[in-house]
């Protein structure tokens, strides 16, 4: 079955470490997003790609990072100058294009101490 | 003003009844509306997608746009125990960057009781 896979489901990390979350995706879509959200506050994107080797920043970009080296994959890594890293991380794809709707993985709940 | 507009809730509707849901939003040239649904600790899952002035209906959702008023409406007729969630209203919105994203909600909370 298609769908996008983000691992692991929950993460623990202490203050100051970086963490890399992992996205695949198997629906052959040319683009991938991250969001983060948080209690009230809705789905906010971090960084979005339409294509290999090419990404944009998305609202709230500062302290993470991202790459995509294939077409499947689109990890990201919260660094330690991101001031409030606990959250719930979710990854979609889509087909490029305005009417395209994301598809979301099953998210990962990171939590830093 | 927020470019995506909810009422966070929670709204409550006794089973059987029709719950309505409401969304407005800022650009006026928004082409794509999407209503995700979201379980408590879940991820979203997409329920609904209209591009058109009018309704659209699935099941027992139907989605209303208004382009004119900015505004789009998801309604649940025969409400059900299982479409308590969060529903969470998107829309494609022109971004400073001159590209289109995605912007959502902050989502509405429904429960339905029986």
């Known amino acids: 079955d298609g769908g996008i896979t983000q691992s692991p489901k929950y993460l623990f990390r202490k203050e100051g470490q970086n963490v890399t979350l992992s996205c695949e995706q198997n629906l052959n879509h040319d683009a991938m997003y991250w969001y983060r959200q948080d209690p009230g506050q809705g789905l906010r994107l971090i960084y979005y790609s339409q294509i290999v080797n090419d990404f944009q920043k998305g609202d709230i970009a500062e302290g993470y990072s991202v790459s995509r080296e294939k077409k499947e994959s689109f990890p990201l890594t919260v660094t330690s100058a991101q001031k409030n890293p606990t959250a719930f991380y979710l990854c979609?794809?889509?087909?490029?294009?305005?009417?395209?709707?994301?598809?979301f993985g099953n998210g990962t709940r990171l939590t830093v101490t | 003003q927020k470019e995506v507009e909810q009422n966070s809730g929670p709204l409550s509707v006794p089973e059987g009844a029709i719950a309505s849901l409401n969304c407005t939003y800022s650009d006026r040239g928004s082409q794509s509306f999407f209503w995700y649904r979201q379980y408590s600790g879940k991820s979203p899952e997409l329920i609904m997608s209209i591009y058109s002035n009018g309704d659209k209906e699935d099941g027992r959702f139907t989605a209303q746009l208004n382009k004119a008023s900015q505004y789009v409406s998801l309604l649940i007729r025969d409400s059900q125990p299982s479409d308590s969630a969060t529903y969470l209203c998107a829309v494609n919105i022109l971004g400073l960057n001159g590209n289109e994203k995605l912007t959502f909600g902050t989502g509405t909370r429904l429960t339905i009781i029986p």
């Open positions: 979609a794809s889509s087909i490029v294009g305005l009417n395209s709707p994301l598809h």
